[in-house]
């Protein structure tokens, strides 16, 4: 054995939430998975984005009935405080993502970082925010996620916690390198998401096996990028006749999956993370100080898309 920093780290997939299931359901899965993880030397675990309802961005309704029906107005309210509890009894750190909504009735699509003592010690609310606003009525289902929340406003931080430095991103964030290398650029050793990909998409026509590959890829491709764990979890199955990938992975530094779901219900992975494995790639091949040439990375800043070639 080596004297190596590490974390137990762990990732509960969580299978599908029907629109009849209530949040005291969901929350005792999640507490099941907890016990899991932390009978199999766990520190943290990873939970979905949206984790405690169906993902409600496909169905047109009014922001006041998603509010109603979909928002947590508190963190921890009375449903979701036995996830903290668990936390303490367990001494487990975990990521959530859930819907928030603020006071002055502003809708995020959120995630939390808790610590083993039961407390919030980041927030992050999801920038690249996929699908739509308006009803697409010829559609078989909607992704309102642009009707529903807006943009984050906190922009991509980390947080230590666990003697660990942990980025968080959502979902549709993983797929751009600019969410990691931000994080890196801070000194991020752990990035930890959740997802909720649909197997079919109303925009474009991507098979499955092609949205799982590209959802690995991203992963892979930025874990190795940045010398930093990833771990991302997804709500996966068929929610009342609309499928979702699963394939919840852990990646190493080296951009290898060291742990992959098999299934796509409830299924907690785990591994223990070597944090030193990351500084290997930092402090070499990817030393950002001495090598990143910003000065040449402009338009990654001042533009959005696609624009004239640079003179
Ligand atoms: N919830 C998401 O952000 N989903 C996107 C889909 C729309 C592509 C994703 O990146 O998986």
Redesign the pocket.
């Known amino acids: 054995m080596n004297n190596h920093r590490s974390i137990g780290l762990a990732v509960a997939q969580l299978g599908a939430v029907h629109l009849a299931d209530s949040r005291a359901s969901v929350v005792r899965r999640l507490v099941e998975m907890m016990r899991e993880a932390k009978s199999r030397g766990a520190d943290f675990v990873v939970f979905p984005?949206l984790a405690l309802t169906t993902f409600f961005p496909r169905y047109w309704i009014t922001e006041e009935e998603a509010h109603e029906r979909y928002f947590e107005a508190t963190m921890p309210s009375e449903e979701t405080r036995p996830l903290f509890d668990a936390a303490r009894e367990l001494g487990l750190g975990f990521y959530l993502g859930y819907a928030e909504l603020t006071e002055d009735k502003r809708g995020f699509n959120t995630s939390i970082i808790v610590s083993p003592q039961g407390e919030i010690v980041g927030k992050y609310r999801k920038i690249h925010l996929?699908?739509h606003s308006d009803h697409k009525v010829d559609a078989p289902f909607q992704?309102l996620?642009k009707k529903f929340f807006e943009v984050g406003d906190l922009g991509f931080r980390v947080f230590d916690t666990q003697s660990v430095r942990f980025g968080m991103c959502l979902?549709?964030d993983r797929?751009w390198p600019e969410t990691y290398r931000v994080m890196a650029l801070q000194g991020a050793e752990v990035v930890v998401l959740g997802?909720?990909?649909?197997s079919v998409?109303i925009h474009w026509n991507e098979p499955v096996h092609l949205r799982t590959s590209t959802h690995l890829i991203s992963l892979q491709a930025n874990a190795y990028q940045n010398g930093v764990w990833v771990a991302a979890s997804a709500k996966c199955g068929s929610e009342d006749g609309h499928h979702m990938i699963g394939s919840s992975a852990i990646v190493a530094p080296t951009g290898e999956i060291v742990a992959r779901t098999v299934t796509e219900e409830d299924e907690v992975i785990s591994t223990r993370a070597d944090l030193d494995l990351g500084a290997m790639f930092r402090e070499h091949v990817f030393n950002f100080a001495k090598h990143r040439r910003p000065e040449h990375y402009k338009l990654i800043t001042e533009r959005t898309g696609v624009g004239a070639p640079i003179a």
């Open positions: 984005e996929p699908g992704h996620e979902c549709n797929r997802y909720n990909t649909p998409n």
